[in-house]
């Protein structure tokens, strides 16, 4: 069974930074693709950075620039480094995988880390 474990959320006046990573288990198959979402208060869930197989980062207009997306040293793990943040940052943040062999896609979620910035 794939398991999704996030950490390193916290409370972080604005200006601040904080790290997150995700951990997974249960898979001897490289993931695809892993991102990073994030749900605030009576909002729809929304990606905000990805990272491909190859390397390949995406972004969300609003990390441009002060988010960084990196798969790990140990397999299937991926971290964000978040600097300056903003009280518009406070959120859940969610890891997400996406698994392909064959025709087959398999999509995993982690449990989420709360993120508050205070201003």
């Known amino acids: 069974q794939v398991q999704l474990q996030e950490s390193g959320g916290g409370l972080v006046q604005s200006g601040g930074s904080l790290r997150l990573s995700c951990v997974t288990s249960g898979s001897r198959h490289r993931f695809d693709t892993m991102a990073w979402y994030r749900q605030a208060p009576g909002k729809e869930r929304e990606l905000v950075a990805e990272?491909?197989?190859?390397?390949?980062?995406q972004y969300t207009d609003s990390a441009k620039g002060r988010f960084t997306i990196s798969r790990g040293n140990a397999f299937n793990t991926v971290h964000l480094q978040m600097n300056d943040l903003k009280p518009e940052d406070t959120a859940v943040y969610f890891c997400h995988s996406v698994l392909r062999i064959s025709a087959h896609t398999a999509n995993y979620w982690g449990q989420g880390t709360q993120v508050t910035v205070s201003s």
């Open positions: 990272i491909n197989s190859g390397g390949k980062r």
